[in-house]
T-cell receptor, first 112, second 113 residues
Framework: NAGVMQNPRHLVRRRGQEARLRCSPMKGHSHVYWYRQLPEEGLKFMVYLQKENIIDESGMPKERFSAEFPKEGPSILRIQQVVRGDSAAYFCASSPLGAEQYFGPGTRLTVT | DQQVKQNSPSLSVQEGRISILNCDYT??????FLWYKKYPAEGPTFLIS?????DKNEDGRFTVFLNKSAKHLSLHIVPSQPGDSAVYFC????????????FGPGTRLSVLP
C-alpha cells in the first residue's frame, strides 16, 4: 500500500521556465492538497482539490500558478515563468474525506 | 497575520525526560487540531489529533492537551527518545474551512542522549 508519491524529488529550473510537480495520492484518497514550505518557514496551504474540481485555491498566488487533479492520473501543480522566489519545497497531501492528511516526500524546486 | 503560532523555534531535552511543545492560535473558529512530525528531506507525518469537544487525547508516549479558553494546545512526549528529534508542526482547521489546515512555523526538537 504505497503512500503519497511525488515526483520529481528535486527539480532545477532557470528563471522563466515552467515547473511541473506531480502528486499521486494514496489509494482510495480522493482529496489532494498542495502546500509550500519556504526556507525557515512552516507549511503554507496553497490549494485543495478533489477529482476534476478545485475546492479551495485561496492560498494560490494569483498569477503563474495552477493546479489540476484530473479524473485519471496524478495531480499536477504547474508554475509558469518561474522566479527565484518560487524556490521552495512543495508538499502534496491526500486524505479520505474528513480525516487527517498524509503527506508525500515533497519536491524541492530550485530556480537558478 | 499568523493564525497558528509556535513561539519556540527550537527545544532541547534530555533523553528520558518530558518534551512539551506549545502552540497558540488566534481564530476561535478552529475546532480541529493536529500535530505533525517532520524529518529532514521527508514529508510531515501525522502524529496525533484533537477536536474541540475534548481537552486531552493520548496515544502511547504522545499526549495533546487543548485549552480552548486560552486558545492554546500542547504536545507532551514522555519519555523523550533520540528518534523524536524532528520538527513538529501544529495545524488547525475549522469545519467551515473544509480541510484547509493552517500550519504553525514548527518547533525543532532535539533529544540529547
Amino acid at each position: 500500500n504505497a503512500g503519497v508519491m511525488q515526483n520529481p524529488r528535486h527539480l532545477v529550473r532557470r528563471r522563466g521556465q515552467e515547473a511541473r510537480l506531480r502528486c499521486s495520492p494514496m489509494k482510495g484518497h480522493s482529496h489532494v492538497y498542495w502546500y509550500r514550505q519556504l526556507p525557515e518557514e512552516g507549511l503554507k496551504f496553497m490549494v485543495y482539490l478533489q477529482k476534476e474540481n478545485i475546492i479551495d485555491e485561496s492560498g494560490m498566488p494569483k498569477e503563474r500558478f495552477s493546479a489540476e487533479f484530473p479524473k485519471e492520473g496524478p495531480s499536477i501543480l504547474r508554475i509558469q515563468q518561474v522566479v527565484r522566489g518560487d524556490s521552495a519545497a512543495y508538499f502534496c497531501a491526500s486524505s479520505p474525506l474528513g480525516a487527517e492528511q498524509y503527506f508525500g516526500p515533497g519536491t524541492r524546486l530550485t530556480v537558478t | 497575520d499568523q493564525q497558528v503560532k509556535q513561539n519556540s523555534p527550537s527545544l532541547s531535552v534530555q533523553e528520558g525526560r518530558i518534551s512539551i511543545l506549545n502552540c497558540d492560535y488566534t481564530n476561535s473558529m478552529f475546532d480541529y487540531f493536529l500535530w505533525y512530525k517532520k524529518y529532514p528531506a521527508e514529508g510531515p507525518t501525522f502524529l496525533i489529533s484533537i477536536s474541540s469537544i475534548k481537552d486531552k487525547n493520548e496515544d502511547g508516549r504522545f499526549t495533546v492537551f487543548l485549552n480552548k479558553s486560552a486558545k492554546h494546545l500542547s504536545l507532551h512526549i514522555v519519555p523523550s527518545q533520540p528518534g523524536d528529534s524532528a520538527v513538529y508542526f501544529c495545524a488547525a482547521s475549522a469545519e467551515n474551512y473544509g480541510q484547509n489546515f493552517v500550519f504553525g512555523p514548527g518547533t525543532r526538537l532535539s533529544v540529547l542522549p
